[in-house]
């Protein structure tokens, strides 16, 4: 870099810095991690590319600061909201500006087809709006379904300035009105009436494609609402109301039905990179005995000076796992996330046995064995496992108790046991002597639960009357804090 | 330093348009990072799934650029005298022996022969130090840098962010000219946080339909545009399942291939189950798919 250089990016103002200063202040608060040196690389990438390129623009500030793609999501989402396009039409004047300028676009759009007979868009009518809708989405028309999209946003959403409601409420207001359930099944049946033999594989696909446009509807519809708060209420509040945690950082118990698909599309490339780094660590970790033989042999080499010692490879006892978890519905989805990770590592452990339980306890370990399919495993267990005793509320102490009558006798020195649960116990017996037995045959015990350690032993929370006869209890809440225990499990 | 280099890309879209020429159909994100790296002389961490063409990638910016393509295949227990260099021990010790020889009849001294035995005669380049010494450009294709271990990736640093490499019997050997280096990566663990600082992260996923379609289209000659269309609304509807290993872009080259070989125009429900074996790999998937295909069959009307 010449001392003539001016280190800001071409044609850039002081605006656009303090807009990319905000930009990586709420990056980081948001959970990616952004270096310095990394913030200095976006600006000097800025440098070589023209800004007025939206994409390039937002590619290279990913290639520079987003080096996870798990975080691309969260990284796109914090961009729309600083960078979002602004200007007069998405101010939400009490007028309704943008509802010309929205519809002036869907009249340019459509004018030259049939403009005289409609008069002025602005009367159009919500059946008319989902007519043109269903056209545009029929035939795959990208500039007249944004259109279109804006169009609705402003007719239902009903946005109103400084009014501090979150985008969701706006964007259900929105789909609400257009129902495009309905939509979905209108396009299926015209497509039907245009190719009357077609095969049910070719009807599948057309169905796919139909879905993944009505996806790209409701996108844009998002994306429309979230360009009208940033343009009402600044990038700084929105992006805060907007910000959603990391995959791995996102909380079981109080995961929302898309946090969970998030969830599960994260687990699988992080139990792959923990089986590959605990299969390292057991090849190269430790070293062995001398080897004698090997030792004497390499030794030749060096005139018989045994210079190069060599051991044998290590072979550490691998424990028998028991995981007894409690699969009530509040920590459903905990249950199973450690369920997934722990088989997927089965491979370092001699034997994994499974056990679920509400009130009654029951054992699931063939169903693992049947498939290795993780969802279709969880699926029979909600479906066929025994575990409701009397009132399908979770009661551990008689879980427990049940537990040690019939299984008690396979726990010995190489079991490690993990227990699941929050330990709630809705006030009935504890029955703690069990874990102080099982503790006494038992190699390690420990208790994982998803709640935060503040709300431990609150409410009817036990925990604390377990976790004495434990070998330790966990808080694990996120992908994070599980795979961290399950490493050293390993 | 990095504005020194003479640019070989003009914007992200020659980028674009020069990949499309060698036949390798980039999307803007991966033209814009590509122009992005030879612009500030960075090297490249490519990641994502198997056969998306993070490798092909490499090899068409060099073809494009008309570099030579040096290699690194990275695999467990890589070390420096495999990566960077060596001393050519065999020949060092010929060396010696020669001395010895000379030296009974009145020579040098042994100053002069270390001196002699540790200079460039005797250093064997390895592919690291080769691309830095390279005089006409290169590009420097390190792959599947997740297999070596944490340790060895300090290895890459120096180069990566320097372009230099340090002997110490010899120096530092710096680069005359800036290589363009991609690092590929199938993230089966996580790379150090030293390593990815220094580098621009491209994240290569299975391509959207339309330019999967056109990658067939351009890969295998001779099919016809509704095969294409077919064949890739079904391996889009094949990888939603929930699968072990999804389709990559490279298997469904080859479904395409074969089906073209086979001569089948249109694809239906029963010739896709008869052929998932070229899409999917592991037989619990087959059968996934297979049963998720009929059902299709029967479920409908």
New interface residues.
Partial sequence: ??AT?PHLPRGSSAGLLESLSGFVKELRNAGI?V?L??NL?AV??LR???LE?R??FK??L???M????AH?KTFETVFEVYFSLRGREYRLGGEGEGDFDAEDMINTLIGAREGEGQGSAEGMTPEQLAEMLFRALMDGNDAMMRALARAAVTRYAGMEPGRPVGGTYYLYRTLRNLDLDSMLERMMQQERRRNEDE???E???VR??YE?RLDALRREIEAEIRRRLVADRGAEAVAKSVRKPLPEDIDFMHASREELVAL?RAIA?LT??LA??LA?KRR?GRKGPLDFRNTVRHSLSYGGVPADPKFRYPRPSKPEIMVIADISGSVAAFARFTLQMVYAISSQFSRVRSFVFIDGIDEVTDYFKA???I?EAIHRINTEADVIWVDGHSDYGHAFEAFWDRWGRDVNTKTTVLLLGDARNNYHAAQAWVLGEMAKKARHVYWLNPEPRSYWDTGDSIVGQYATHCDGAYECRNLKQLERFVEQLG | ???AAPSRFE??ASVREGLRSVAYLAD??IA??V??AE??G?P??V??PAGTGKTQLAKSVAELTGARLIRLQCY?GLDESKALYEWNYKKQLLRIQAQRIAESEGGEGWDDIEEDIFSEPFLLTRPLLEAIRADEPVVLLIDEVDRV?VETEALLLEILSDYQVSIPELGTVSATQIPLVFLTSN????LS?AL??R?????I?YPD?DREKEIVLTRVPGISESLAD?VV??V??IR?L?L?KAPSVSETLDWARTLLLLGIES???ET?TETLHILLK?Q?DIE?AAKD?SA??A???
Wanted: aromatic letters at 4%; proline letters at 4%.
């Fill in positions: 870099m010449t250089d991690p270096s040196t990394e690389d000097e990438a070589h590319i023209p390129d994409d390039a590619y290279s990913a290639a520079t987003v080096k996870n793609n691309w095969t049910d594989l009807e599948r696909l796919e494609e993944a599960r490339p792959r990179k590959v780094r390292r190269h498939t290795e399919d969802s | 330093m990095t504005d914007s992200p803007e994100g814009g990072v122009f992005l612009r500030l960075k490249i961490l990641e994502g467990e271990e993230n089966t663990r996580e946080e990815k600082r580098c621009l992260f491209l994240h996923d339909i077919q609304r079904i889009r509807s939603s929930e072990k694809v239906d429900a896709a592991y619990s996934k295909l299709t069959t479920g409908s009307r």
